[in-house]
């Protein structure tokens, strides 16, 4: 009996430990675009971030924070884009609220474009981006994080004016939590 137990807790210690992983990637993604400016994509795992004949279409999603992560450094990253073309460049910025589902180019309600985390380029098919000013910006975690955890609304918006860069999760934007194991 005690080695069921320690095996039980071994296998529970196991579990805990790989589900708090240090890469949080984006849920929930919305697109919301300047030529259906009424209209909003709710696309679950399928981003686009593009800008052709001067309109622009962004994607918004919701990066949920473990506890753990307060106190930490994050970084942004983003990875591995199934297509894409043009400037192959883009920016993310912070919202206002999570609260986007509803959301479109015309009307966001407190989903507001908030800070600008970076801009990334070089986003090619089956690579990592590249970021201005070095690798992925590092912020402190709790400026995203609420105090016990829990969730943030990006908003990934194409630069330059021909871009096309299309992405599945889990992959697109992350924040790597630095020092979550």
């Keep these: 009996m005690k080695t069921f137990a320690a095996l039980s807790i071994l296998i529970l210690s196991v579990f805990t430990t790989s589900a708090l992983s ?4 984006c849920a929930n993604l919305v697109q919301i675009s300047e030529a259906t400016p009424n209209v909003n994509k709710q696309t679950g795992n399928y981003g686009l971030v593009s800008r052709s004949d001067g309109k622009a279409t962004s994607t918004l999603c919701t990066i949920y924070y473990p506890a753990a992560a307060v106190g930490k450094k994050c970084r942004l990253s983003f990875e591995y884009p199934a297509t894409s073309k043009g400037s192959h460049r883009g920016q993310v910025f912070t919202l206002g609220s999570p609260q ?9 309600g407190a989903a507001q474009r908030d800070l600008h985390r970076g801009t990334f380029y070089d986003a ?5 981006a590249k970021w201005e000013g070095g690798p992925g910006p590092t912020f402190d975690c709790a400026q995203d994080a609420p105090v016990r955890g829990g ?19 889990p992959s697109g934007l992350k924040i790597e939590v630095i020092g979550l194991n």
Aim: aromatic share 18%.
């Design 22 to 25: 240090r890469f949080l990637t």
């Design 100 to 108: 986007y589902q509803s959301s479109t180019f015309n009307a966001r």
């Design 124 to 128: 090619k098919v089956g690579k990592k």
């Design 151 to 169: 969730k943030k609304g990006y908003e990934i918006v194409p630069q330059w004016d021909d871009v096309a860069i299309r992405f599945y999760l």
